[in-house]
């Protein structure tokens, strides 16, 4: 197995859209696996718990149905290799729950890696390389079309698990996760209405903000971002389990979404304003 963890899949030429999925992947290299304290079924039932299970798929079926194809940008490595959305430093929130860019803890708060674990040469092998990766994705759009739009992929249990910081707050069907400075008021509205039809959506609860690359974030007004976290049971049985019949439905309204964003196709803008930014 690889241990390349990005993977960019090419969109329109014209597009500004980065769909980002950072988690859906529960592949762990041998030399990686061998850091971690659990036996193969305690690691399958973290896996189940800890992986964003689908949203490759979710992301793959929105890009093929939107008329203008939006770049995917994938983590093809689990999250328990290294998280790429966390900051490697001690401004991750995270950290106090052993859950910062490379995790010493469970969902369930057990340890996962040694208490003298050093992270470093993770994030020296798969974290920094795969945001040089993502910010390149992004600055190739700038470049391409004057501005990117990164819309993240999650999805999240119905129930909190215990290594949740803000997990008894409300888990709307739809949570979108925002940011100040790059989260744009029509994006965040052509959000709520693309996904209006899943029970309703809900802002930053239980999971708030969104990706920027660290070259862009707070400084870059072209680069506008959005998080948006599936309730797990709109699509699949949890834990870790199957798709269901929601996962089309759901990739037909992130579809919708992209197509707000824009296009250029031929010389002419495709429907759908783009952001002003």
């Known amino acids: 197995m690889s241990d390349a963890a990005a993977l960019l899949h090419p969109g329109s030429p014209e597009s500004p859209v980065i769909l980002h999925v950072p988690h859906s992947s529960r592949a762990v290299p041998a030399a990686v696996r ?10 399958e039932t973290e896996l189940d718990h800890i992986t964003d299970a689908h949203t490759a798929r979710i992301a793959a079926g929105a890009a093929e149905a939107a008329r203008v194809t939006p770049w995917r940008f994938e983590n093809r490595l689990s999250r328990l290799v290294i998280d790429p959305e966390r900051f490697p430093d001690e401004r991750e929130e995270m950290l106090a729950r052993g859950m910062g860019a490379v995790y010493t803890r469970t969902t369930h708060r057990e340890p996962l890696r040694p208490a003298d674990f050093d992270g470093l040469p993770l994030i020296e092998r798969y974290f920094h390389p795969y945001a040089r990766a993502l910010t390149d994705a992004v600055e190739e759009r700038l470049a391409a079309v004057g501005r990117a739009v990164i ?10 698990l215990p290594y949740e910081l803000h997990g008894d707050g409300p888990r709307p069907p739809v949570c979108l996760g925002t940011d100040a400075f790059h989260t744009p008021p029509a994006l965040l509205e052509a959000a709520r209405r693309a996904f209006a039809g899943f029970g309703g959506t809900g802002l930053d609860s239980p999971f708030a903000g969104t990706y920027v690359p660290l070259r862009h974030y707070g400084k870059d007004p072209r680069v506008s971002a959005l998080m948006v976290e599936i309730r797990r049971d709109l699509y699949m049985s949890e834990p870790g389990g199957p798709a269901g019949p929601g996962l089309d439905a759901l990739a037909g309204a992130l579809a919708a979404l992209v197509e707000t964003q824009g296009g250029i196709r031929s010389g002419t803008e495709k ?3 783009p952001h002003p930014t």
């Not at 061998?34 to 690691?43: E, F, H, P, S």
């Not at 992929?153 to 129930?159: A, D, E, I, L, R």
Request: aromatic residues 4%; charged residues 25%.
């Open 34 to 43: 061998a850091g971690i304290l659990l036996d193969d079924r305690a690691l």
């Open 151 to 160: 819309i993240d992929v999650h999805s999240y249990p119905t129930k909190a």
């Open 271 to 273: 429907r759908g304003a």
